[in-house]
């Protein structure tokens, strides 16, 4: 008897807002950037056990496990965002452990911006928005996980 393959269950973000997604990508980049210029320098290996670090060790963890899979979304929302759209309904696939990884994210970005809040680096704490924004994703996901129905972007696109 043939194996069958896992059933891969989806998250939907309705009216996803691809402008403020295009802002929260840039902004990641930047300081994933700085975060991993700082970690090569000598002077400041003590940012890779505090939060600059772990944020850089995630990202490269999700790269590794999710890129592919991430590069297909982000495809998707670069396509509707280059045709004119302000939102779309972004389908994701939800993985096992998404919770724990989702929350691993946010704590580390919450300590990230703290740092930058001090001065410690030279990119400035996320803005409010892009909180709210990050904020929403992580619930929605989590609560999808969990079997709740989507609920749209509540915010500016």
């Not at 979304?73 to 965002?81: E, K, N, P």
């Not at 929350?103 to 704490?125: A, I, K, W, Y």
């Given at each position: 008897?043939?194996?069958?393959?896992?059933?891969?269950?989806?998250?939907?973000?309705?009216?996803?807002?691809?402008?403020?997604?295009?802002?929260?990508?840039e902004y990641l980049e930047s300081l994933l950037r700085e975060l991993h210029l700082l970690l090569?320098?000598?002077?400041?290996?003590?940012?890779?056990?505090?939060?600059p670090g772990r944020l850089v060790e995630l990202a490269d963890v999700l790269q590794h496990r999710l890129g592919r899979l991430l590069q297909t979304v982000d495809d998707d929302r670069q396509a509707a965002l280059d045709a004119g759209r302000e939102r779309m309904d972004s389908v994701l696939p939800l993985s096992d452990g998404l919770?724990?990884?989702?929350?691993?994210v946010r704590l580390v970005l919450e300590e990230t911006d703290e740092f930058c809040r001090h001065g410690d680096l030279l990119s400035l704490p996320r803005p409010p928005l892009l909180i709210a924004f990050a904020t929403w994703e992580g619930t929605e996901l989590i609560a999808q996980s969990d079997g709740a129905e989507p609920t749209p972007w509540p915010g500016p696109f």
């Amino acid at each position: 008897m043939a194996e069958s393959s896992p059933v891969m269950r989806s998250a939907v973000l309705r009216d996803y807002p691809l402008r403020l997604w295009a802002e929260q990508n840039e902004y990641l980049e930047s300081l994933l950037r700085e975060l991993h210029l700082l970690l090569l320098s000598s002077q400041r290996h003590d940012l890779q056990s505090a939060a600059p670090g772990r944020l850089v060790e995630l990202a490269d963890v999700l790269q590794h496990r999710l890129g592919r899979l991430l590069q297909t979304v982000d495809d998707d929302r670069q396509a509707a965002l280059d045709a004119g759209r302000e939102r779309m309904d972004s389908v994701l696939p939800l993985s096992d452990g998404l919770p724990g990884v989702l929350d691993e994210v946010r704590l580390v970005l919450e300590e990230t911006d703290e740092f930058c809040r001090h001065g410690d680096l030279l990119s400035l704490p996320r803005p409010p928005l892009l909180i709210a924004f990050a904020t929403w994703e992580g619930t929605e996901l989590i609560a999808q996980s969990d079997g709740a129905e989507p609920t749209p972007w509540p915010g500016p696109f």
